[in-house]
Every structure is written in structure tokens, then in C-alpha cells.
């Protein structure tokens, strides 16, 4: 059974009871990213996130991390564009550790100047791991050409001149605006009571402060283009993108069943068309990334040099083919049964039941029952697809970004 409640400062506890198993997995997910950045800040929300590990008035680093490692739990954060989360997975009769273990790290953590200068030194080892990592970084340098100069556009980690300005007055300023009640999502899934699970966060969370201004954010236009970063390795990696529905869209579903076709599994067009018939790649694949007021519907694929024309070639004729035929009925079936058997053997997790449940508040105000998912995917019909690919899938709204040994002309003329 899920459940709600609203504290005094604005902070919305919302739980699922799960008797049949033993863990608690419990998240803290505060609407705070790298959209909320600045050029003249980027990289703060992901520096904060770390410096929250760093020690509290309570607590050292070490013994935050003890807390949770001496009785078998697990315990990790992550930081997206949109919203930024700390999570726990923990014994049922551990529940109160973790509830104060992250009361702690939100309302005592101490920023001190010195873990600052030793964690700006960490965060530069990370943008510096993500640069050594065509296949990851690609995505970033996609985004950043695809959404420009809005902060969708920016990349979540900064980068190594602004990591290295930043000072403790700054941070706190940022955490300060943003970690508020009315920003904070605390979602549980397990082995509990909700009764008492609010009375343990009311208690350590009520200093927490509530409300604060009203965000400012402005929704992102898209740019249409062709770049790419010239790199000394064997592959280039390319990433074709377009505007999708948003994460609110109701036209969602019929975006999530057009990847699946697309490039969502091995027996996807891209898959099959790319891979297996031409060997043109081993990793190729299309993926969406939603966000409240924008979306990216991209195919990923990574291939030699010599290979680039063809393949492009070979995602845009794909592309154009989505755009002008009705997929047929046997793959509208076979992409509605992927989806949904993907989501419900999702939800045998309690990990990804407590994420669902905190998106879920963050997007919608409430959790989306599952037999709700199912139905609207069921319901989604080949002409809404058919009509979806057509709006998106035109040649003059393509944006490709290419890493690698690469030159201008191999993507022009591709």
C-alpha cells in the first residue's frame, strides 16, 4: 500500500509497504541539479552532493560511511540535471540508522574549507575519468551542442575552472536555496510502517527549513547541427538526436515503444540493420532522456573511422522509415510486451519501487500505479507512433555529435 504525507516545511514523505521482504531501500531526492546552475556556478549541486559525505557535527567521513557499512547496507548518491538523491537499502530493524544517518548529512553537514580543497581535488579526477570515457562522455558533449547554452546543456560535473573557484560561502549559499522542505522528496519502500516512518523523519528532519522563491527556469530550445571533437582512438563514438516528449507528456508512451522498435533491444531495427546484417558496430542502441519541459529521443553507436558515412546513412534511412510507415503489428506487440516486462521485473526491486515512488511525486504529485502503466502502454495505437516519428524524425531537426578520429566531411557527407 503506498502512502503520503506532507509536513509543516513543505517536505512530502511518501511511502510503499512491502511485507514479504526484509530491506527498507529509502531516498532523500531534492529537486536540485545541474538545471539550476549558472554558467558562473556550474558544477555545484554535484560538489555538494560529495561534500555531504564529507562530515557533520556528529560525524566524520569515516564514520558516515561505518554507519551503514557495519550493518550490512548500502548506501550511494547521484546527481542528474533535474534533481539530486541519497539513498539507502538497509535491514528492516536498521530503518531509524539510515533515517538519521541522512537527517544528519541534510541538516549538520559542516563544509569545512579543508575537506573543500581535498574534494576539489577528487571532482577533478572525475571530470578527467569522464574525458577518458568516449562512450560516456559523448553524451555530454551532445547535450551540450543539442541544448546550447541553457543549463540542460551543461555539464553535471563542471568543469575543471569552475570546480577549482568554488568556495565554501558559495556552496552553502547554493545548498541553502535549494535544500529546502519544499523541495525535498523522501521516498521509502520495504519492510515498514508509515505511521512510524513519518514520526522518525518528522523528528529529524524539522529543521529543515520550508519554503524559499519561486524557481526561475526557462524551458530549452533545441539546436540543429552537426560538431564533433576530434580524438586520438580507434572508434568514433556518435550520438543522432531529436526532441522528444517531455517526462510529463502524454505522448510519452508512444516515444518509449518508438525507441524500443528503433534501438531499444537486440531485435530493434538499429540493432539488426547496423550490427548484425552490415557489422558495421558492436554497440549501437537508442535511448530517450526526459526531462519536466524537454526530451531527447538519440541513437548511440560507436564504429571504426571508415564506417562513419555508412552508418549514418544507415540511422537516418531508418529514421526516415519510422517517419513514412506504420510499424506493423507484430512489432507494436513485441515492443509493448518489452516494456512492460521490463517495468514489472523492475518492480521486484525495492530500489527501483522507492525511485519510481519519489519520480513519481517529483513529476506528478503521485505515484503512478502499475496496472496504470501497463494500460496506457497497451493503449498506445501504430498511427499515434506513426505520426510521433513523423513530427520528430524530419532531416533539417537532426543533431549529430561525433567523438573520435573524425573530420567535418565525414559527417556532412554521411
Same mark, same amino acid.
Given at each position: 500500500?503506498?502512502?503520503? @504525507?506532507?509536513?509543516?516545511?513543505?517536505?512530502?514523505?511518501?511511502?510503499?509497504?512491502?511485507?514479504?521482504?526484509?530491506?527498507?531501500?529509502?531516498?532523500?531526492?531534492?529537486?536540485?541539479?545541474?538545471?539550476?546552475? =549558472?554558467?558562473?556556478?556550474?558544477?555545484?549541486?554535484?560538489?555538494?552532493?560529495?561534500?555531504?559525505?564529507?562530515?557533520?557535527?556528529?560525524?566524520?567521513?569515516?564514520?558516515?560511511?561505518?554507519?551503514?557499512?557495519?550493518?550490512?547496507?548500502?548506501?550511494?548518491?547521484?546527481?542528474?540535471?533535474?534533481?539530486?538523491?541519497?539513498?539507502?537499502?538497509?535491514?528492516?530493524? &536498521?530503518?531509524?540508522?539510515?533515517? *538519521?544517518?541522512?537527517?544528519?548529512?541534510?541538516?549538520?553537514?559542516?563544509?569545512?574549507?579543508?575537506?573543500?580543497?581535498?574534494?576539489?581535488?577528487?571532482?577533478?579526477?572525475?571530470?578527467?575519468?569522464?574525458?577518458?570515457?568516449?562512450?560516456?562522455?559523448?553524451?555530454?558533449?551532445?547535450?551540450?551542442?543539442?541544448?546550447?547554452?541553457?543549463?540542460?546543456?551543461?555539464?553535471?560535473?563542471?568543469?575543471?575552472?569552475?570546480?577549482?573557484?568554488?568556495? &565554501?560561502?558559495?556552496?552553502?549559499?547554493?545548498?541553502?536555496?535549494?535544500?529546502?522542505? %519544499?523541495?525535498?522528496?523522501?521516498?521509502?519502500?520495504?519492510?515498514?510502517?508509515?505511521?512510524?516512518? +513519518?514520526?522518525?523523519?518528522?523528528?529529524?528532519?524539522?529543521?529543515?527549513?520550508?519554503? !524559499?522563491?519561486?524557481?526561475?527556469?526557462?524551458?530549452? &530550445?533545441? !539546436?540543429?547541427? %552537426?560538431?564533433?571533437?576530434?580524438?586520438?582512438?580507434?572508434? +568514433?563514438?556518435?550520438?543522432?538526436?531529436?526532441?522528444?516528449?517531455?517526462?510529463?507528456? %502524454?505522448?510519452?508512451?508512444?516515444?518509449?515503444?518508438?525507441?524500443?522498435?528503433?534501438?531499444?533491444?537486440?531485435? =530493434?531495427?538499429?540493432?539488426?540493420?547496423?550490427?548484425?546484417?552490415?557489422?558495421?558496430?558492436?554497440?549501437?542502441?537508442? $535511448?530517450?532522456?526526459? $526531462?519536466?519541459?524537454?526530451?531527447?529521443?538519440?541513437?548511440?553507436?560507436? @564504429?571504426?573511422?571508415?564506417?562513419? %558515412?555508412?552508418?549514418?546513412?544507415?540511422?537516418?534511412?531508418?529514421?526516415?522509415?519510422?517517419?513514412?510507415?506504420?510499424? =506493423?503489428?507484430?512489432?507494436?506487440?513485441?515492443?509493448?510486451?518489452?516494456?512492460?516486462?521490463?517495468?514489472?521485473?523492475?518492480?521486484? =526491486?525495492?530500489?527501483?519501487?522507492?525511485?519510481?515512488?519519489?519520480?513519481?511525486?517529483? $513529476?506528478?504529485?503521485?505515484?503512478?500505479?502499475?496496472?496504470? +502503466?501497463?494500460?496506457?502502454? *497497451?493503449?498506445?495505437?501504430?498511427?499515434?507512433?506513426?505520426?510521433?516519428?513523423? &513530427?520528430?524524425?524530419?532531416? *533539417?531537426?537532426?543533431?549529430?555529435?561525433?567523438?573520435?578520429? +573524425?573530420?567535418?566531411?565525414?559527417?556532412?557527407?554521411?
Amino acid at each position: 500500500m503506498v502512502k503520503k @504525507t506532507l509536513l509543516d516545511n513543505g517536505i512530502r514523505i511518501v511511502t510503499e509497504e512491502i511485507g514479504h521482504v526484509r530491506s527498507v531501500s529509502i531516498g532523500v531526492w531534492v529537486e536540485s541539479g545541474s538545471r539550476y546552475e =549558472s554558467l558562473s556556478n556550474n558544477g555545484t549541486a554535484h560538489f555538494i552532493e560529495h561534500m555531504l559525505f564529507k562530515g557533520t557535527k556528529r560525524r566524520s567521513a569515516f564514520e558516515i560511511a561505518s554507519a551503514i557499512d557495519s550493518v550490512g547496507g548500502v548506501m550511494n548518491a547521484a546527481t542528474g540535471k533535474e534533481s539530486t538523491s541519497f539513498y539507502i537499502k538497509i535491514p528492516d530493524y &536498521r530503518l531509524d540508522t539510515a533515517i *538519521d544517518l541522512l537527517s544528519d548529512i541534510f541538516t549538520a553537514s559542516r563544509f569545512d574549507k579543508n575537506d573543500i580543497k581535498k574534494e576539489q581535488a577528487v571532482v577533478l579526477q572525475e571530470i578527467k575519468m569522464s574525458e577518458d570515457e568516449p562512450g560516456d562522455y559523448i553524451y555530454d558533449f551532445f547535450e551540450g551542442l543539442f541544448w546550447k547554452e541553457h543549463p540542460l546543456g551543461m555539464h553535471i560535473l563542471g568543469s575543471k575552472e569552475r570546480v577549482t573557484s568554488f568556495h &565554501r560561502e558559495g556552496l552553502l549559499g547554493f545548498f541553502h536555496d535549494r535544500y529546502r522542505g %519544499k523541495n525535498l522528496v523522501i521516498a521509502a519502500a520495504g519492510n515498514l510502517r508509515h505511521d512510524a516512518i +513519518v514520526a522518525l523523519i518528522e523528528k529529524k528532519f524539522r529543521a529543515m527549513p520550508g519554503q !524559499n522563491a519561486a524557481d526561475a527556469i526557462e524551458a530549452p &530550445r533545441s !539546436n540543429t547541427g %552537426k560538431s564533433f571533437l576530434y580524438k586520438d582512438i580507434e572508434q +568514433v563514438h556518435l550520438i543522432v538526436g531529436v526532441e522528444a516528449p517531455t517526462a510529463i507528456d %502524454k505522448g510519452r508512451h508512444a516515444a518509449f515503444l518508438l525507441n524500443a522498435v528503433l534501438g531499444g533491444s537486440m531485435s =530493434s531495427r538499429l540493432f539488426q540493420e547496423i550490427r548484425e546484417k552490415r557489422g558495421l558496430a558492436y554497440d549501437v542502441g537508442s $535511448y530517450i532522456t526526459s $526531462y519536466r519541459d524537454a526530451g531527447i529521443l538519440g541513437v548511440y553507436v560507436a @564504429t571504426e573511422p571508415e564506417h562513419v %558515412k555508412e552508418t549514418l546513412a544507415v540511422i537516418k534511412a531508418e529514421l526516415a522509415r519510422c517517419a513514412a510507415e506504420r510499424i =506493423s503489428e507484430t512489432e507494436l506487440r513485441s515492443a509493448k510486451e518489452l516494456l512492460k516486462g521490463n517495468y514489472l521485473l523492475g518492480m521486484e =526491486s525495492t530500489d527501483n519501487r522507492m525511485s519510481g515512488l519519489a519520480k513519481g511525486e517529483i $513529476y506528478f504529485g503521485r505515484r503512478i500505479p502499475p496496472d496504470e +502503466v501497463v494500460a496506457n502502454i *497497451d493503449a498506445v495505437q501504430s498511427e499515434e507512433i506513426l505520426h510521433l516519428a513523423g &513530427r520528430i524524425f524530419q532531416a *533539417d531537426r537532426l543533431t549529430v555529435a561525433a567523438l573520435g578520429p +573524425v573530420s567535418d566531411d565525414a559527417l556532412n557527407n554521411g
